[in-house]
């Protein structure tokens, strides 16, 4: 079994910064990829950021220049640093976890969400 738990929401004012964390635990032969999702109200849920295990790393156009994805392998853990925040950032973000079994199967899991809030 796998657990994935983030931390870090909040309410910020536009321009304002969070960091967000999503750690992984439990029983897995490696991690392949983390990454971020955000689901706005009666909007689809949407890729933020995404990161390898090697370090390669993608970008919503929407973001990139503000955000800042990276992965501490140690610790199983993924941040995603979000600066210059504008109220269109408003939403639930989630993250996802491709792990690797021992067998060899990967695996996604999602964690239950932070609320972040931009606004004045």
């Known amino acids: 079994q796998v657990q994935v738990v983030e931390s870090g929401g909040g309410l910020v004012q536009p321009g304002g910064s969070l960091r967000l964390s999503c750690a992984a635990s439990?029983?897995?032969?490696?991690?392949?990829?983390m990454g971020w999702y955000r689901q706005a109200p009666r909007k689809q849920r949407e890729l933020v950021a995404g990161?390898?295990?090697?370090?390669?790393?993608n970008y919503a156009d929407s973001v990139k220049g503000r955000f800042t994805i990276s992965i501490d392998n140690a610790k199983n853990t993924v941040y995603l640093q979000m600066n210059s925040l504008k109220p269109e950032d408003t939403g639930v973000y989630y993250c996802?976890?491709?792990?690797?079994?021992?067998?060899?199967?990967?695996?996604?899991?999602w964690g239950q969400g932070t609320q972040v809030t931009v606004s004045s």
């Open positions: 439990g029983t897995f032969f490696s991690i392949n990829s």
């Open positions: 996802k976890t491709i792990i690797k079994s021992a067998r060899g199967f990967d695996y996604q899991y």
């Open positions: 990161i390898t295990s090697g370090g390669s790393t």
